[in-house]
């Protein structure tokens, strides 16, 4: 049986989909890029900052799921331009104990939602 998870503290879907869909002890998340959920206008300032507001957003999906980054077992990132990785790296990060992290992909693509530099998918489990 799926639930669906959705949260204003993150951005409104902007299509056919839901923030995330939890399916017995398995959270599946969408792509999360860099909108304000207050303005819904894109951070796009900085690659930090961009990256900042992508983990902010996730953070509160997993939340709205009663979990933290600490559940994540999976993180898919896009990047529209490889140059960026280590500054992206460096704040996710921030988000995670290195022993502990998830499983992780980091993928160059040409282009992303509202062509911003980075999104963020997770697969999290609850305990």
């Known amino acids: 049986m799926k639930k669906i998870i959705n949260t204003t503290k993150a951005p409104a879907p902007?299509?056919?989909?839901?923030?995330?869909?939890?399916?017995?002890?398995?959270?599946?998340?969408?792509?999360?890029?860099?909108?304000?959920?207050?303005?819904?206008?894109?951070?796009?300032?900085?690659?930090?900052?961009?990256?900042?507001?992508?983990?902010?957003?996730?953070?509160?999906?997993?939340?709205?799921?009663?979990?933290?980054?600490?559940?994540?077992?999976k993180t898919s990132i896009f990047i529209s331009d490889m140059n960026n990785f280590t500054q992206i790296n460096a704040v996710y990060g921030q988000y995670f104990d290195e022993a502990t992290a998830p499983a992780r992909e980091t993928v160059e693509v040409a282009n992303l939602p509202k062509f911003v530099n980075v999104e963020m998918s997770m697969i999290a489990i609850k305990n």
């Open 14 to 73: 902007i299509g056919p989909y839901n923030q995330a869909v939890l399916v017995g002890n398995t959270l599946y998340t969408s792509g999360q890029i860099a909108l304000d959920p207050e303005t819904m206008e894109l951070v796009l300032d900085d690659i930090k900052n961009e990256t900042k507001q992508v983990m902010e957003n996730m953070k509160a999906v997993l939340a709205a799921a009663d979990m933290t980054f600490d559940n994540v077992i």
